[in-house]
C-alpha cells in the first residue's frame, strides 16, 4: 500500500510533497438538471462492482430519483440482475458502443419505478475487436451518452473486472467514479493499479475524471483480516471512504437469481439496509434533493410483515418477477448477524 500514500484527501496529504500529481479524490454537487455518470469499476473481480450497481441504483430511485444502469460487462450481470434476459436482448450497449443504435432505443425499464437499464449481451464481448481501429475509440460510449443527463438525475455504468478498452470507455464517459473495494488483501494488491488507470485517463482522454468514494464490501466481522483491511483503506484514503460498510450477505448473493435488487427482494435484510444507507450518503454527498421514502416493511424469518397491510418481503423460494429468476436460495452460516460490529444506525434510515 506504501504506492498509495501522498494520494490527496488521504491522511498522508500532509506528509505529500505539494506538486504531488494526484487530483482524483473529489465529490463534487450535482447540478440540477445536468445529472451526473458515476464508472463503478475494479479490475479485480468478485468485489461486489455488480452488487453496488444494481442496489445503489435501485435504492436511489426508491427515495425518488431518476436513475439509468447502463451495463457495460458482456457478462450481463447486471441485465439479469434487475430482471431483464440478456439472451433475448435484441439492442443492447453493444450497438450502442459501436454506433449502431441511440441511447433511447436501448433503454428499457425495469420493475422498480424510477429505474431504467441499458441492458448489454454477449456480442459485447467482441467490442474490443471490432472498435480496436476505430478512430477515438476510448470515447465511444461517452459519444453515446452525451445527453443522457438530461433525463435521469444519476447514471451508474457497470464495468467488467478488467482494465480493458470497455473499461476505459466507461472511465472516459464518467465524472464520477466508485470504487468496491472488498475486504481482502488481493483487493488492496489491485487498488493502487487501478488509481494509476484512472489518473492516466483524467490526464489524457477526461479532465472531469474523479473518485467519488471507495466502498468496502463483503465485511465479514468473523475474521480479522476484514477490519485490517477496511483500516487500512480508512487510513490511505480517510473521508473518500464511504462510512457505510456493505456486509457479506447470503441475501445479497441470492437475489440476482430473483431477478431483482435485494432492496426490493427483501428489504429488512442487512444488506438492503446497508445499501440505503449508502444511497442516503451518496444523496448527502452531492448535495441531491432529498425524498424521504417510507420505511421498508420489516419481516420475519418466514418473509411475513410486522406491520400491519405492509407487502411482505419475497418468500424465499419464490421466482422473480415474469418468471425470469430461478429463486435459487441458501441456508445463511450461523455468527453472520453477530459478526457485522459496525456502529451504524440500521434502525434509522434517512
Avoid at 473495494?181 to 488509481?195: H, K
Avoid at 472531469?208 to 466502498?215: E, F, H, P, S
Avoid at 457485522?340 to 434509522?348: A, F, G, N
Wanted: net charge negative.
Amino acid at each position: 500500500m506504501t504506492d498509495l500514500l501522498g494520494i490527496p484527501g488521504s491522511k498522508a496529504d500532509e506528509a505529500a510533497p505539494a506538486a504531488a500529481p494526484w487530483k482524483l479524490l473529489e465529490t463534487r454537487p450535482v447540478v440540477p438538471g445536468l445529472g451526473r455518470t458515476i464508472c463503478v469499476a475494479n479490475q479485480k473481480g468478485g468485489v461486489a462492482k455488480t452488487t453496488t450497481s444494481v442496489n445503489l441504483g435501485a435504492a436511489l430511485a426508491l427515495r425518488g430519483h431518476r436513475v439509468l444502469l447502463v451495463d457495460v460487462d458482456p457478462q450481463s450481470n447486471a441485465t439479469t440482475g434487475v430482471g431483464i434476459d440478456h439472451r433475448g436482448v435484441e439492442i443492447s450497449t453493444y450497438d450502442l458502443l459501436i454506433g449502431a443504435a441511440p441511447l433511447d432505443q436501448v433503454i428499457r425499464p425495469t420493475l422498480v419505478a424510477g429505474l431504467d437499464c441499458a441492458p448489454a449481451s454477449l456480442d459485447l464481448a467482441g467490442a474490443e475487436i471490432e472498435l480496436a481501429g476505430a478512430l477515438a475509440r476510448e470515447r465511444k460510449l461517452a459519444e453515446a451518452l452525451v445527453d443522457a443527463g438530461r433525463g435521469y438525475d444519476l447514471i451508474f455504468l457497470d464495468c467488467p473486472p478488467s482494465l480493458g478498452l470497455l473499461t476505459i470507455n466507461a472511465l472516459a464517459a464518467a465524472q464520477d467514479l466508485i470504487v468496491p473495494v472488498q475486504c481482502e488483501y488481493y483487493a488492496l494488491e489491485g487498488l493502487g493499479q487501478l488509481m494509476d488507470t484512472a489518473e492516466r485517463v483524467r490526464r489524457s482522454l477526461n479532465a472531469q475524471l474523479r473518485i467519488a468514494g471507495l466502498l468496502l464490501t463483503m465485511y465479514d466481522g468473523r475474521t480479522k483480516l476484514s477490519s485490517q483491511v477496511a483500516n487500512e483503506v480508512r487510513n490511505h484514503f480517510g473521508r473518500a471512504v464511504f462510512d457505510t460498510v456493505v456486509p457479506r450477505s447470503v441475501r445479497l448473493s441470492e437475489a440476482p437469481s430473483f431477478g431483482e435488487p435485494v432492496v426490493t427482494l427483501d428489504p429488512a435484510s442487512r444488506g438492503a439496509m446497508s445499501y440505503r444507507l449508502l444511497a442516503a450518503e451518496v444523496e448527502q454527498r452531492y448535495g441531491l434533493e432529498v425524498h424521504v421514502p417510507p420505511p421498508p416493511p420489516r419481516a420475519d424469518a418466514r418473509g411475513a410483515s410486522e406491520a400491519d397491510g405492509a407487502p411482505p418481503s419475497r418468500p424465499r423460494g419464490a421466482g422473480g418477477p415474469g418468471g425470469r429468476g430461478y429463486g435459487t436460495v441458501a441456508p445463511e452460516p450461523d455468527g453472520l448477524d453477530e459478526s457485522w460490529p459496525r456502529p451504524q444506525p440500521w434502525s434509522v434510515v434517512r
